[in-house]
């Protein structure tokens, strides 16, 4: 697969790597190996995408939530931004359940 280049509602290109999806999300949180599409459908389609100010001098980031299918839970997908060759790209860094959205300034919608 290697990466899932997705456009989010505020017009945003993130990218998903398969060496993030395997190598951190499922490795850590296996309960999610099955919800790949899902996460992918959160960052194009979110119930809400927040702003997340992130402790330990870690870069600001954005955080989209919906809702994880079979399950009464949320699935938080964590977005932050790095340079590549001297340019700005959006990266899925991680994903998990939660029960709530948490703080954040809202973005969308």
């Known amino acids: 697969m290697g990466e899932s280049r997705l456009v989010d ?3 945003e290109e ?3 790597h398969d060496r993030t999806w395997f190598g951190h999300i499922v490795k850590r949180r296996a309960e999610l190996r099955p919800y790949r599409q ?4 959160i960052v194009r389609s979110p119930m809400v995408v927040l ?3 992130e402790a330990g001098g870690r870069p600001r980031g954005r ?3 919906g809702r994880c299918p079979d399950r009464k839970l949320l ?3 964590c977005v932050e931004e790095i ?3 001297g340019r700005p790209e959006l990266i899925v860094k991680t994903a998990y359940l939660c029960r709530t ?3 954040g300034e809202q973005l969308w919608p």
């Open 101 to 103: 959205a948490g703080p």
């Open 9 to 11: 509602p505020l017009g």
């Open 14 to 16: 993130i990218v998903l």
């Open 63 to 65: 955080v989209y939530l």
């Open 75 to 77: 699935i938080k997908v």
């Open 83 to 85: 340079t590549v060759a």
């Open 51 to 53: 702003r997340s100010d």
């Open 38 to 41: 899902t996460v992918e459908d």
